[in-house]
């Protein structure tokens, strides 16, 4: 197994992807189907990172090891900061303990609670029967997220794909926008920490927030204790790349990157980013908590 680089050199390919899904929560692909499909693209060391639970997370370290994967543990955590829905990835070395335990559990009734709301809006709209629409898209008696009911719009006929969905009905500020029930950024990243965990912040540049709002953000999120930021998610405007890395050396904040994978098809597949710009901003796995994973020796 390759070892993973200590910096960030501008290389083209790494062979580590810290941000997927499988069908634990809204992905398409099993665990065990998902790791196949990781091994096969020749990536070495994945987290899972499934929503508000860590459900996949046994059967895709269980893949792992026939496939010679190393997997993470991991989750992406819901939570909300000035009215702002964000996402936090927690890696998790040492599992479930402490007070994540509980919150997971409560992230599974918000969630509960939350479709419960986008429902009756939703149907607001036309979507008749909405929670029992988006659940037969799910599939599975897994809570709901924001995706199953833009699948139950496309499939009414009430707009024409997912991102039309997002853009009319779920995104950031439309109806289905619920953030009432998530716990705000302090909480959720002590959930992390309390775990014995890294705290990442997931794909900060896709929330459209000015330079100096993101630095706020980037600031109260290292305050509650989170050391990392998704510096690469999926695929990215090289010049906001930049500027990123630039934000984050200046207030010490490792980079980790993640394709954000959910299901085969799309223009996104594991492993599949933009390059790594070459940048002094140290990478997550160099994380003391981490390095028993990676097979690293703890940075400072």
Known sequence: MPALPVRFEGQDALTIDLHMHST?????????????????????????????????????CQAGEAAGVRVLPATELSTQWRGVNLHVVGLLPEGVRGTLAEGLIGQAEARERRSVTIAARLEKIGLDDALARAR????????????????????????????????????????????AHWPYLREAVGWILDAGGVAVLAHPLRHKLTRRKRGLLLDDFREAGGRAVELISGFQNPDATRDLARQLQERELRASLGSDFHFPGGHLAPGSMSPVPRTAVAPVWTHPRLAGWVGLAPAA
Not at 36 to 41: G, I, K, S
Not at 42 to 57: E, N
Not at 149 to 174: E, I, Q, R, S, Y
């Open 136 to 179: 037969e898209q799910a599939g599975s008696d897994r809570p709901l997220g924001r995706p199953d009911f833009a699948k139950a719009l496309v499939a009414a006929g009430l707009v024409p794909d997912m991102a039309t969905a997002f853009a009319k009905h779920l995104g950031n500020g439309k109806a289905g926008d619920v953030k």
């Open 24 to 60: 634990a929560s809204d992905g398409a692909l099993s665990p065990t189907d998902l790791v196949a499909l990781c091994a096969e693209r020749g990536l070495t060391h994945i987290a899972l990172t499934d929503h508000d639970t860590v459900d996949g997370v046994a059967e895709a």
